[in-house]
């Protein structure tokens, strides 16, 4: 009976669509009804900033929002945006300069909100500049990068050749623990690669392209607040002639997009990798 029952599972699939297993098509996000899961809210809640012609100011919103989707349509059929993914810090966005300063250089920017989940703690206390009180928050940011894409690849307007990805402090771990061969060059904002082993580390591919900035004096990684958080990503560099370290003077600051010539450094390793 067992016997009957395996050839008749086996005679079943031989009659199906062996495209369909293939293809994986349960997998491709438009055949998923996700119902407002909190994976999905965190990309249907992404920042949106795009490069706009004739010097206007880049356009900000949701990809639902009616400006960004009636731009998006008056794009050439063969239009493809070169495009970063930008995860932001501990507490969200804070200011939207940097990502209006990339869409002035001609990268369209996806960020991913990752408070739009209805579970979503700090990992972070600000107040004290200390970090790591919910570790499984790292888990939550890797795992909203590999979504992002995911949804990216249905959309047409992406150049999926020149594809960035930048992170800004816990996003910045996230950027340096991703371990995803998709993007051309990462950036890796206000972190170190330093520290205890579920943050420690690169796991960006040999071949790929990394830049790492930091303040010399970043108070979240002095040794009163932090164990071994001090240094920079350089250490951890598997392509370094194709990479660049940048620990810049620091004061009492973290952020490192203020800094004068910091993002001017950044565009230029986006341009040239």
Known sequence: MLRFILLAVVMLAAACDQAVFNRSELLNPSLLTEGGSDIARTFDRAMVVLPRRRGLEPLVGKLSDRAIRDHLAALP??????????????TGYGSLAPLRAFAKAGFAVIAPDSFARRFRPLQCRPSEKT?????????????????????????????????????????????????????????????TCHGLPFVRGLAAPAGEAVMAIVRSDDPWY????TTGQLGHCG????????????????????????HKGAMAAVLEFLRDS
Not at 222 to 225: A, C
Not at 244 to 258: C, N, Q, T
């Open 235 to 258: 250490a951890f560099f598997k392509t370094p002639k194709r990479s660049r370290s940048l620990v810049i003077d620091g004061g009492d600051a973290h952020d490192i997009w203020g």
């Open 222 to 225: 002095q040794p009163d607040r």
């Open 131 to 191: 970090g790591g009180e919910n570790i499984f928050v790292y888990d939550f940011r890797l795992v909203e990068i590999s979504y992002a894409l995911q949804r990216m690849a249905l959309l047409t307007w992406i150049n999926n050749d020149r594809l960035y990805l930048i992170g800004t402090s816990e996003g910045g771990v996230a950027a340096a623990l991703y371990r995803g061969e998709e993007f051309r060059a990462r950036v890796i904002a206000q972190w």
């Open 77 to 90: 059929d063969n239009w493809r945006y070169p495009v970063i993914v930008y995860m932001h810090g501990c």
